[in-house]
């Protein structure tokens, strides 16, 4: 039996679908064995997304499914913070393996939007049994969940550190280098555990609730980062096989077939230099067969230095998700740099001044009667190289594929 849970979270009131999972997972033990657990990462770009917009899914073996979907039922109720406007819980149960049908539609879900009425209509056609509280968004991740281990190829893991619920919004005691010791002894087997160069501890979140910290790797990585981690008042551990780190939102397209709400690569030569605007944003426009507008927002940080050492000419790869028209950089890849400039041609030490309009340039000095035709080309020395940048670990959206992956994968 697959068992889907989404839409749980709140946060503003620290909940996460990721602890209830576990939770559920532990009620169930004494009479279920649980295979594997999935976190789904689904469209980053859903507009009533909770935070992350993260789905569960437990892959369970039973001889006592109804009581399973009831202690399911049972924690959802419990647990989910049904006060809070955007939590909109949802539950699907499918007793054996995924259609084809169903994978396709958690890749779609990854990359579009969905209803809840299609997520009900694929979810019938498909075997799957859902429940959804409140609006029943939460099926449309739910229903994805169940249909996710079929849907994608290229997985990571994600290993989650919970504290008690009398210990949420509690200050954490965690020893801060003992991430440091994980990190350098593990990566690129793990990544975004910490930020090296601002010092900064990523896997620490700053909300209120269960988690204390997340490591994300490989599954040996995971585990031997956690084992140089100390930490205080952990309640319980939980590994996810999860599509985090994998770009699988990312689909491949010209620039005249990006829409708002989908997440693209897309190559082109930059034709409008970056510009930094208030706020510390930063905008530059390529061309591939259309022209499409770029950002570098503030929180991807020095992110936004590598974007403005871009100059027209240069030829890109820009990956990230659209909306407004405008496609924010969360990855790019400089396939080849603009290395030279026209100038003036040189005599007698000095830049040629123009002859007049169409008559090309002579020297300055008085004593030489040095002519040139036109401008000459001179190489430009930049700071970029031809390959990849990505933003800093901060800034990276779930599902993006950090670099460190590029290398060893
Ligand atoms: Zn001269």
Excluded at 36 to 53: F, M
Excluded at 61 to 81: H, N, P, W
Excluded at 89 to 108: H, I, Q, S
Excluded at 171 to 186: G, N, P
């Amino acid at each position: 039996m697959i068992v889907g849970i989404d839409d749980t979270d709140s946060a503003t009131r620290g909940m996460c679908t990721t602890y209830l999972a576990a939770v559920v997972a532990e009620r169930i033990s004494s009479f279920a064995r649980v295979n594997d657990r999935l976190l789904v990462r689904l469209n980053p770009e859903v507009e009533h997304k909770t935070r992350g917009n993260a789905a569960l899914a437990l892959h369970v073996e039973t001889d006592e499914a109804e009581r399973l979907e009831d202690a399911v039922v049972e924690e959802v109720e419990d647990l989910a913070v049904f006060d809070d406007d955007k939590t909109n819980p949802g539950v699907a149960f499918l007793r054996g393996e995924p259609t084809e049908a169903l994978a396709d539609y958690a890749r779609e879900t990854v990359r579009e939007y969905k209803t809840p009425e299609e997520a009900r209509r694929v979810a019938r056609e498909n075997g799957v049994r859902v429940r959804g509280w409140k609006n029943g968004r939460g099926v449309v991740g739910a229903t994805a969940a169940v249909g996710a281990s079929r849907a994608f190829d290229d997985w990571t893991y994600e290993l989650l550190v919970y504290r008690g619920r009398d210990e949420w919004g509690e200050k954490r005691r965690v020893e801060w280098d003992s991430f440091f010791d994980a990190h350098h002894a593990t990566h690129p087997r793990t990544w975004d555990t910490v930020d090296e160069e601002t010092g900064e501890v990523v896997a620490v979140p700053n909300t209120h609730g269960p988690v204390i910290y997340g490591l994300r790797g490989t599954f040996g990585g995971v585990w031997e980062a956690n084992a140089r981690v100390e930490v205080e008042n952990a309640e319980r551990v939980a590994v996810y096989r999860t599509n985090q780190g994998t770009d699988a939102h990312l689909a491949d397209a010209r620039a005249s077939e990006i829409r708002d709400g989908g997440s693209y690569r897309v190559e082109g030569t930059v034709v409008e230099p970056p510009e930094t605007r208030k706020g510390g944003h930063v905008f530059f426009t390529v061309k591939d067969d259309e022209r499409l507008r770029c950002a570098a927002f503030e929180p991807t940080k020095r992110f936004r230095d590598t974007v403005r050492a871009l100059r027209e000419d240069d030829r890109v790869f820009v990956c990230g998700s659209v909306s407004d028209g405008t496609l924010k950089v969360e990855k790019l890849r400089v396939v080849s740099l603009n290395r030279t400039r026209r100038v003036k041609p040189t005599c007698c030490g000095r830049r040629m001044e123009s002859a007049g309009r169409g008559q090309g340039y002579r020297c300055r000095a008085d004593d030489c009667d040095g002519t040139a035709g036109s401008l000459v080309e001179e190489r430009v020395e930049r700071e970029l190289d031809e390959r990849w940048y990505e933003v800093p670990p901060s800034a990276r959206r779930h599902l993006a594929k950090p670099l460190a992956r590029h290398e060893t994968v």
